[in-house]
C-alpha cells in the first residue's frame, strides 16, 4: 500500500492563491482526487483524475500533478472556500485518504 | 440526483457488532459503480472501510478486514456494514458512498451516520 501526505494547515487571505499539496511515498502513482469538507457536512469531490472538475463546481479550483505530488490550486480564495481539503488515491485493493489539510481564509 | 442515506443504531457496546445499512434513492444499485463505506472519528479525517458490487464482490481495507462484512440487497437498493467487536475507537461518523471508476473516487456521499461505541 502506500500513504498520501498533506499539510495540517494552509493560510491565506481572501483573494490570494492558496496551494494545497499531496505527495505519494511510493510509486507508481494513481489518479488522485480531492475533496472539500465543511464543518458537519459530507466531503464534496472538487478534482477527480488529478486534474478534472466536476460540473458545479468553480474554476477557481483546479488540479496538477508532478512526479508523485500533486496539488489543489484554489484562485482568488473565498471565504466560503474555508474547509477541510482531503485528497484521495487508489490502488487494486486499498483506497488512501490524506490526512486533510484545513483551510484558514484570513 | 443520486442520493445516499445511512440508516443504523446511533449507540452500540463495546465488543458487540456495530450495523449500517445504505438506502439508494434515484440509482439502481445494480448499476456499474461499486458501494463504498468511509468512516471519519470525531475531529480525524476520512478512513475507507470497504467497497462493494452489485455482484457481492467486496474489498476491504486490510487495517479492518478482520472485523468487516459487506453484502448488496438489489431488490430494496440497499447495502449494508457489518463491524464487529467494536471498541470506543470505532466512534465515528459512517458515510456511504458511490465509487467510480473502482478502484477510484466517491462522487456522491450520504449525509452520515454517527455511532458512539459507548456502554
Known amino acids: 500500500s502506500f500513504e498520501l501526505t498533506q499539510p495540517p494547515s494552509v493560510s491565506v487571505s481572501p483573494g490570494q492563491t492558496a496551494r494545497i499539496t499531496c505527495s505519494a511515498d511510493a510509486l507508481p502513482k494513481q489518479y488522485t482526487y480531492w475533496y472539500q469538507q465543511k464543518p458537519g457536512r459530507a466531503p464534496v469531490m472538487v478534482i477527480y483524475?488529478?486534474?478534472e472538475r466536476p460540473s458545479g463546481i468553480p474554476e477557481r479550483f483546479s488540479g496538477s500533478s508532478s512526479g508523485t505530488t500533486v496539488t489543489l490550486t484554489i484562485s482568488g480564495v473565498q471565504a466560503e472556500d474555508e474547509a477541510d481539503y482531503y485528497c484521495?488515491?487508489?490502488?487494486?485493493?486499498?483506497?488512501?485518504f490524506g490526512g486533510g489539510t484545513k483551510l484558514t481564509v484570513l | 440526483q443520486v442520493q445516499l442515506q445511512e440508516s443504523g443504531p446511533g449507540l452500540v457496546k463495546p465488543s458487540e457488532t456495530l450495523s449500517l445499512t445504505c438506502t439508494v434513492f434515484?440509482?439502481?444499485?445494480?448499476?456499474?459503480?461499486?458501494w463504498g463505506w468511509i468512516r471519519q472519528p470525531p475531529g480525524k479525517g476520512l478512513e475507507w472501510i470497504g467497497s462493494v458490487y452489485r455482484t457481492g464482490s467486496t474489498y476491504f481495507n486490510p487495517s479492518l478486514k478482520s472485523r468487516v462484512t459487506m453484502s448488496i440487497d438489489t431488490s430494496k437498493n440497499q447495502f449494508s456494514l457489518k463491524l464487529n467487536s467494536v471498541t470506543a475507537a470505532d466512534t465515528a461518523v459512517y458515510y456511504c458512498?458511490?465509487?467510480?471508476?473502482?478502484?477510484?473516487?466517491?462522487?456522491?456521499w450520504g449525509r452520515g451516520a454517527l455511532v458512539t461505541v459507548s456502554s
Open positions: 484521495q488515491s487508489a490502488d487494486s485493493s486499498d483506497r488512501i
Open positions: 483524475k488529478d486534474i
Open positions: 458512498a458511490r465509487e467510480v471508476s473502482a478502484p477510484g473516487y466517491f462522487d456522491h
Open positions: 434515484s440509482h439502481s444499485i445494480s448499476s456499474i459503480y461499486y
